[in-house]
């Protein structure tokens, strides 16, 4: 049975598959055909699931039958196109590679099937999961729907959902997260294959194309998130197609009509998967205007219309939702409001400046090399400091800075969330050194464009957004799209030894995060394939477990099959919260389908939501409420004109499971 399931779930997948046989011409690229694949993929995902969220119909076998019609009809259409001699039913030939070249691209394999196998083996852990990327799924799934529900944490409502729309298709076939983690992993994959496509593009050869290949799979940021749900991989891809298809559109004197879209679906699919979207698609997208606007003048306005016709109707869904409840199409949540900055002056945006590159300075660590060298974060610290007194600014000003007072040079990390990429950003900044200094490529309008457009982009980053010990994460992006460039630098530049070298470094240095991922971890003495799945989930937060785990035992046998979820007492409490464990927890070996709802404080925005249907008729049999270590455990609470009074409590946290008050119920410890 288990086996069958896990087939229904690769239906989403084979059409991916179908689509890149669609579209590989013979004699194409097969890395655009990929890319294309990916475009068509995207929007179906985003059609197919708004269609059937404004039905209400988002079950099992709605989109069962939606993917199997999709297969089906994908299939046609490629064997229509065999028989008419314009496919064919063998996969594309590999192009011809020197035994180096193979060594080397085996090194990319070895990372990315390492990387996919822990993200199969692995469940969703990190802390964004817990608080949301998971805990929206499961109620999507629950409500049939993507509308916006009452939750205590608004992350689960505004924040772009595409991400989490494939993990729900995944999650709905399987039955399970066993798949969730995979849509990072593919846009990593996605990611090295357009990047490499990407220098071609800019001019390098097929050593530059594979040492850029080599730069994108070492990332640590990007190999520490390729196993998890995040979503900043998922962005990056939807970038790399961005670019590649601008770069496209860039020589051509009339912009063809399918090149037109799959920009306009690029740039979409980017702001509907994580709101930096926004921030690194500006600069791409002057860029393109810029550069077309000399050619075609008036006659812009055309593309330009369809572009944005193309990225409103994949966002309308999301806008009209955010639009609806708190008024913006382009809602945040309530807490967003601390990451951005307050004051906006040259000094200040300097100082960010060097604090957001200064996230990647541990080189010496990053190299092993700690025994022989003194590492240079310490030393670091001392001249962002002597440069903050000479700007006249404080290097935590809390105008610039979230958490307050949390800014500091930060050493090595496995962690996915404050991971640095030190050696590449000193490759980013030596090939930006070479290039300005080349006189051949520093004449190539295409290139200067490009670089340009990522410099801008991180420049934007640091004027809008204050300094976090989280925000090498938003970086991943620009170093994705930086790989194409620094292959092309070196390539021109360097001789194949030189290369060589490098990608032996940078395939070396790559292999602690590969194996010793914090969460994830396959080279420890405790590691994901000797601990329970359900372990796992609590690699973050160790303490939590028991009290989960505990809670779970005592409300299986309550035999309540509607709970409340209340957490956090304030209006807008902070992700501090893990709601998604509770599921999967309570559902685990369970004949019941429960049904879970957050009981609110009357003052959340999300709170109205509450009035609607499917939520108005909910009456839980019992409420778990969690409350952190400084507020008061909860005794009692009144939900509906009905009394809940404490049944249960967890003695090591304050997790506390009431139930209806009958007048004879006894706290139990």
């Known amino acids: 049975m288990n086996g069958i399931i896990n087939m229904l779930a690769g239906l989403p997948l084979l059409s991916l598959l179908l689509l890149f046989l669609i579209f590989q011409y013979p004699g194409q690229d097969w890395r655009g055909s990929v890319l294309s694949a990916a475009i068509v993929w995207g929007v179906l995902i985003t059609v197919l699931t708004e269609t059937l969220s404004l039905l209400r119909v988002l079950t099992f076998s709605s989109v069962l039958v939606l993917w199997l019609i999709t297969d089906i009809a994908l299939g046609l259409i490629y064997y229509r196109r065999v028989k008419r001699g314009k496919r064919s039913l063998t996969f594309p ?121 080599i ?27 961005l670019a590649h298809y601008i770069l496209l559109a860039l020589p051509a004197k009339k912009i063809p009509l399918p090149l037109v879209l799959s ?66 199409p382009i809602s945040v949540a309530e807490y967003s409001a601390d990451y951005k900055i307050e004051v906006y002056s040259l000094p200040t945006w300097i100082s960010n400046i060097i604090r957001n590159l200064s996230l990647h300075v541990d080189i010496v660590r990053y190299l092993g090399l700690q025994d022989f060298i003194t590492p240079i974060t310490g030393i670091s610290h001392k001249l962002i400091s002597i440069i903050h007194s000479v700007l006249g600014v404080d290097m935590n000003d809390p105008r610039t800075t979230w958490p307050l007072n949390s800014y500091t040079v930060p050493g090595l990390s496995f962690d996915e969330n404050v991971a640095g990429n030190p050696l590449h950003l000193l490759l980013i900044a030596l090939a930006i050194i070479v290039f300005v200094f080349n006189k051949e490529l520093r004449t190539k309008n295409n290139v200067i464009g490009y670089v340009l457009a990522l410099i801008g982009g ?24 930086f790989s194409s460039f620094v292959g092309l630098v070196f390539n021109k530049s360097w001789n194949r030894h030189v290369l060589m070298i490098m990608a032996v470094i940078m395939l070396v240095a790559s292999i602690p995060f590969v194996v010793g991922n914090k969460y994830r971890p396959i080279a420890a003495e405790q590691n994901i394939f000797n601990t329970s799945r359900n372990e796992l989930y609590f690699a973050n937060r160790k303490y939590l477990k028991e009290p989960y785990f505990a809670t779970a035992d005592f409300l299986k046998k309550q035999n309540c099959e509607t709970i409340g979820l209340s957490l956090g007492g304030t209006a807008v409490p902070s992700g501090t919260y893990w709601e998604y464990p509770f599921w999967v927890l309570l559902q685990e070996n369970n004949s019941q389908t429960i049904r879970f709802d957050h009981v609110l404080h009357p003052d959340n925005r999300s709170h109205a939501k509450s009035k609607i249907y499917p939520h108005n008729n909910f ?3 019992a409420i778990i409420a969690v409350r952190s270590s400084k507020e008061e455990p909860v005794k009692e609470m009144v939900v509906q004109s009905s009394t809940y009074v404490s049944a249960w409590s967890a003695n090591s946290d304050p997790i506390n499971v009431l139930v209806k008050d009958r007048g004879d119920v006894k706290e139990l410890d």
Request: aromatic residues 14%.
């Open 93 to 213: 030939e590999p192009p011809k590679l020197t035994p180096v070249s193979l060594v080397f691209l085996g090194g990319v394999v070895c990372i990315v099937a390492t990387v996919g196998l822990i993200a199969v083996v692995a469940p969703p852990n990190n802390w964004d999961s817990m608080t949301y990327h998971m805990a929206r799924v499961v109620h999507w799934i629950q409500n049939r729907s993507v509308a916006h529900y009452p939750t205590y944490y608004s992350a689960q409502l505004v924040h772009p959902p595409f991400a989490e729309f494939v993990i729900m298709h995944l999650q709905i076939l399987s039955r399970g997260d066993r798949l969730a983690n995979l849509v990072q992993w593919l846009s990593m994959v996605g990611s090295i294959i357009g990047v490499s496509l990407i220098a071609k593009q800019l001019g390098a050869n097929q050593r530059g194309q594979i040492f850029a290949a």
């Open 458 to 481: 991180f420049l934007l980053l640091c004027w809008m957004l204050k300094i976090q010990p989280y925000q090498s994460r938003h970086h991943l992006s620009l170093f994705v799209l």
């Open 263 to 328: 920009i306009g679906a690029s740039l979409g699919l980017a702001v509907f998967t994580k709101s930096s979207g926004y921030i690194y698609a500006f600069p791409l997208m002057v860029w393109f205007f810029l550069a077309k606007l000399n050619r075609l003048r008036w006659k812009l306005w055309k593309p330009i219309g369809i572009i944005t016709f193309i990225f409103l109707s994949l966002n309308w869904g999301h806008y009209s939702r955010n639009f609806d409840l708190y008024g913006n």
């Open 215 to 241: 730069f994108c799979a070492t990332i640590p940021m990007g190999i520490l998130q390729a196993s998890s749900t995040q979503n900043d991989y998922a962005v990056a891809f939807w970038l790399v197609c």
């Open 619 to 621: 009456n839980p049999c």
